[in-house]
């Protein structure tokens, strides 16, 4: 079993930057995937960004540009660098991973960004 500790969410004004952090328990042996989802109030939980084990990176068309994925396979963390926030990002960011036979969420971490 696997645990995701997030962290680096926080209250940012339009413009600004934040740097969101995954850490994941246990060996890298067996990750496919990591990635990020949010859910804002009232919305469904869509998916972000995703790196994969050859850090193949892919994101959702409404942060490309704008965010960044990337990982530390070493210390099996996974880092989104969120740059021109905009209110619409506001949300809780879960941080997400996967292996060949399971799938785990992380606890999640509110991202709130003022106009």
């Known amino acids: 079993q696997r645990q995701l500790v997030e962290s680096g969410g926080g209250l940012v004004q339009a413009g600004g930057s934040l740097t969101l952090s995954c850490a994941a328990s246990?060996?890298?042996?067996?990750?496919?995937?990591m990635g990020w989802y949010r859910q804002a109030p009232g919305n469904q939980r869509e998916w972000v960004a995703t790196i994969t084990s050859g850090n193949s990176t892919n994101y959702a068309d409404s942060v490309k540009g704008r965010f960044t994925i990337s990982r530390d396979n070493a210390k099996n963390t996974v880092f989104l660098q969120m740059n021109s926030l905009r209110p619409e990002d506001t949300a809780v960011y879960y941080c997400?991973?996967?292996?060949?036979?399971?799938?785990?969420w992380g606890q999640g971490t509110q991202v709130t960004v003022s106009s």
């Open positions: 246990g060996s890298s042996f067996g990750i496919k995937t």
């Open positions: 997400r991973l996967t292996t060949t036979i399971n799938l785990y």
